[in-house]
């Protein structure tokens, strides 16, 4: 069964960082593009950024570009958002998927306030 736990979110100053985890299991995780996806109050959820099995391919969308990181370990079958410079406007429950799979986790709440 394919697996993903979102973890690291929470109450975070204006400016500030935080580090996302996506956890995985149920699949050969370094075979697969992983995604992460975020969903704030009353908005349609959107795509944030994109890393291929090996992490030679990395895409992002144009409001996180500069100010996210997204990377991956496939030895500990987890994939990271670094997330930087945030503001209130990034408040969110952040989401990891598969898109190959359709699979999702059960997202991870930021919180972006002073």
């Known amino acids: 069964e394919v697996q993903l736990a979102e973890s690291g979110g929470g109450l975070v100053q204006p400016g500030g960082s935080r580090r996302l985890s996506c956890a995985a299991s149920?699949?050969?995780?370094?075979?697969?593009?992983m995604r992460w996806h975020r969903q704030g109050r009353g908005k349609a959820r959107e795509w944030i950024a994109d890393?291929?099995?090996?992490?030679?391919?990395?895409n992002y969308a144009p409001s996180v570009k500069g100010r996210f990181t997204i990377s991956r370990d496939n030895a500990k079958n987890t994939v990271y958002l670094q997330m930087n410079s945030l503001e209130p406007e990034d408040t969110a429950v952040y989401f990891c998927?598969?898109?190959?799979?359709?699979?999702w986790g059960q997202g991870t709440q930021v919180t972006v306030s002073s």
């Open positions: 998927n598969v898109p190959t799979l359709g699979a």
């Open positions: 149920g699949f050969i995780f370094s075979g697969y593009v």
């Open positions: 890393i291929d099995g090996a992490a030679n391919y990395i």
